[in-house]
T-cell receptor
Framework: SQQGEEDPQALSIQEGENATMNCSYK?????LQWYRQNSGRGLVHLIL?????REKHSGRLRVTLDTSKKSSSLLITASRAADTASYFC?????????????FGKGTHLIIQP | DAGITQSPRHKVTETGTPVTLRCHQT?????MYWYRQDPGHGLRLIHY???????DKGEVSDGYSVSRSKTEDFLLTLESATSSQTSVYFCAIISSRNTEAFFGQGTRLTVV
């Protein structure tokens, strides 16, 4: 079953605008991660936020985590055409053993030039 | 980029034939994973390994087997390929818990 669920499934915005994607999950987590996937390529890690953190920044990326609501958001500021990709959240569940991360279905982001 | 490669990158095979996909890493990471990615389903875990000869099943393991005889190699075998196994397969490695995963470029498998 999917632990993380991204919202929206698809998002189209103009270059220069900010893009916000949300992720909800079901169980307690050690950390939550965001990945980007360009068409036909493997996933690339963007940012990791631990369960005791509430916000984290990396360049134009801002991630928030609300463990009480079991949700996270990824904000990409000043979007560029190169940001066009699918974005996935992944959770590392507490007590999850060695079975690694559980991924959501992704948000497909299109940046219109 | 993490040293992780998948082979082959593309394969077309006939129903009922066995197929083996290879994942090779040069990072000496302990944990290795096989996922499949299908439209509408995201990534789903097939099998994983937490050490040499230590493997376990994931969410969608039926019809698949794995082997890890060396730290650097994790093989995924479809014993008798079916059309429902047409998918893109990704291998991933993690050095330790609570850290990021590194992915291979994927193998696009078509079963006809």
């Amino acid at each position: 079953s999917q632990q993380g669920e991204e919202d929206p499934q698809a998002l189209s915005i103009q270059e220069g605008e900010n893009a916000t994607m949300n992720c909800s999950y079901k169980t307690s987590i050690n950390n939550l991660q965001w990945y980007r996937q360009n068409s036909g390529r493997g996933l690339v890690h963007l940012i990791l936020i631990r369960s005791n953190e509430r916000e984290k920044h990396s360049g134009r990326l801002r991630v928030t985590l609300d463990t009480s609501k079991k949700s996270s958001s990824l904000l990409i500021t000043a979007s560029r055409a190169a940001d066009t990709a699918s974005y996935f959240c992944a959770t590392d569940a507490v007590g999850g053993g060695a079975d690694g991360l559980t991924f959501g279905k992704g948000t497909h982001l299109i940046i219109q030039p | 980029d993490a040293g992780i490669t998948q082979s082959p990158r593309h394969k077309v095979t006939e129903t009922g034939t066995p197929v083996t996909l290879r994942c090779h890493q040069t990072e000496n990471h302990r944990y290795m994973y096989w996922y499949r990615q299908d439209p509408g389903h995201g990534l789903r875990l097939i099998h994983y390994s937490y050490g040499v000869k230590d493997t376990d099943k994931g969410e969608v393991s039926d019809g698949y087997s794995v082997s890890r005889s060396k730290t650097e190699d994790f093989l995924l075998t479809l014993e008798s390929a079916t059309s429902s196994q047409t998918s893109v397969y990704f291998c991933a490695i993690i050095s330790s818990r609570n850290t990021e995963a590194f992915f291979g470029q994927g193998t696009r498998l078509t079963v006809v």
